[in-house]
């Protein structure tokens, strides 16, 4: 059975740091996965995507601040989180997609099949 579980969050002051940790069991983690996150009344928004062939995609708003990295033995994926900042607060979800289905890159909620229960990140300015 997958799982993924998120760890990490907390909160920061504006231009803080934070360490996002997603721990996956019955998946590798690699390609054809994602750090996402949902602010309150907002649409949950793709932060940093690994397409099907390994290419990492930042969304525009993280770019230059937040850095995907992976553990292969420990089979976990981080986030490194530098100068955050108000705007993103938010709950963060770790997500996979089945890779039968992963052929392409997606910043599409709907092609990930497998979610985290969320970790929170608050920022103060």
């Known amino acids: 059975e997958e799982r993924l579980v998120e760890s990490g969050g907390g909160s920061v002051q504006s231009g803080g740091s934070l360490r996002l940790s997603c721990r996956a069991s019955g998946y590798t983690v690699g390609s054809c996965m994602g750090w996402f996150r949902q602010a309150p009344g907002k649409e949950r928004e793709g932060v940093v995507i690994?397409?099907?062939?390994?290419?990492?995609i930042y969304a525009d708003s993280v770019k230059g601040r937040f850095t995907l990295s992976q553990d292969t033995a420990k089979n976990t994926l981080y986030l490194q989180m530098d100068n955050l900042q108000p705007e993103d607060t938010a709950m963060y979800y770790c997500a996979a997609r089945r890779l039968l289905y992963c052929s392409d890159s997606s910043f599409s909620r709907r092609d990930y099949h497998y979610w985290g229960q969320g970790t929170q990140v608050t920022v103060s300015s």
């Open positions: 690994r397409s099907d062939t390994n290419r990492t």
